[in-house]
């Protein structure tokens, strides 16, 4: 069954960086678009980025254009976000999804459990 | 403040019916099929129907969904305690090409 894991949260100050990875299996990774989606703590969710099946296109949500990128490896099966310049309110749990194919089959559907990310000094 | 709109709440009694709402606009709802997600206290998201009504395997039928226009909705039958959940929608918006999630909607069984 699909599978999505993530690591590389922890604590980090305000204005240092952090690299999330999202290890994934039980369905052919090149074939599908992945989300990256976040949770503050007691807020609702907030979308982040979505890269496409092959790599060709990435969105990002306007809270972090410029300090978020995502990536993906499809030989390893890996997606990657690397945040920069970490503020206090980008604290929260961050989510890997898949979506729901290649190209504009963006629904966010299979989701991991979540890292969390606590920015504080 | 959220593009799709979501109300905050909803509560019904063990056996009933509950309706959330998602309102939004042409180049979302309008334009781009609809999820919605159910998250237990806890728990990471999962998703209750995608395709604007259609079910995942494992998904009671008790679960319903509809769109029309540029609104959606979903259907809760049967209401039982561990339905009790935050309930979120979700589509593509076309124009601003980012992904939009609801503000979430506490169910609550009464």
């Known amino acids: 069954q699909v599978r999505l894991v993530e690591s590389g949260g922890g604590v980090v100050q305000p204005g240092k960086s952090l690299r999330l990875s999202c290890a994934a299996s039980?369905?052919?990774?090149?074939?599908?678009?992945m989300h990256w989606v976040r949770q503050s703590p007691g807020k609702g969710l907030e979308w982040l980025a979505v890269?496409?099946?092959?790599?060709?296109?990435?969105f990002y949500a306007e809270s972090v254009k410029g300090r978020f990128t995502v990536s993906r490896d499809n030989s390893k099966k890996t997606l990657n976000l690397q945040m920069n310049n970490l503020r206090v309110d980008d604290t929260g749990v961050y989510y890997c999804a898949r979506g729901m194919g290649a190209g504009y089959h963006l629904q966010v559907y299979n989701w991991g459990r979540g890292a969390a990310v606590n920015v504080s000094s | 403040q959220s593009v799709l709109t979501q109300p905050p709440s909803v509560s019904a009694a063990p056996g009933q019916r509950v309706t959330i709402s998602c309102s939004g606009g042409t180049s979302n709802i309008g334009d781009n099929f609809v999820s919605w997600y159910q998250q237990l206290p806890g728990t990471a998201p999962q998703v209750v129907i995608y395709d604007d009504d259609k079910r995942p395997p494992g998904v009671r039928d008790r679960f319903s969904a509809s769109k029309s226009g540029t609104s959606a909705t979903l259907d809760i039958t049967g209401l039982q305690t561990g339905d009790e959940a935050e309930y979120f929608c979700g589509t593509w918006d076309t124009s601003l090409s980012v992904w939009l999630f609801g503000g979430g909607t506490k169910v609550t069984v009464l």
């Open positions: 039980g369905f052919s990774f090149h074939n599908y678009g």
């Open positions: 890269i496409w099946h092959d790599g060709s296109k990435e």
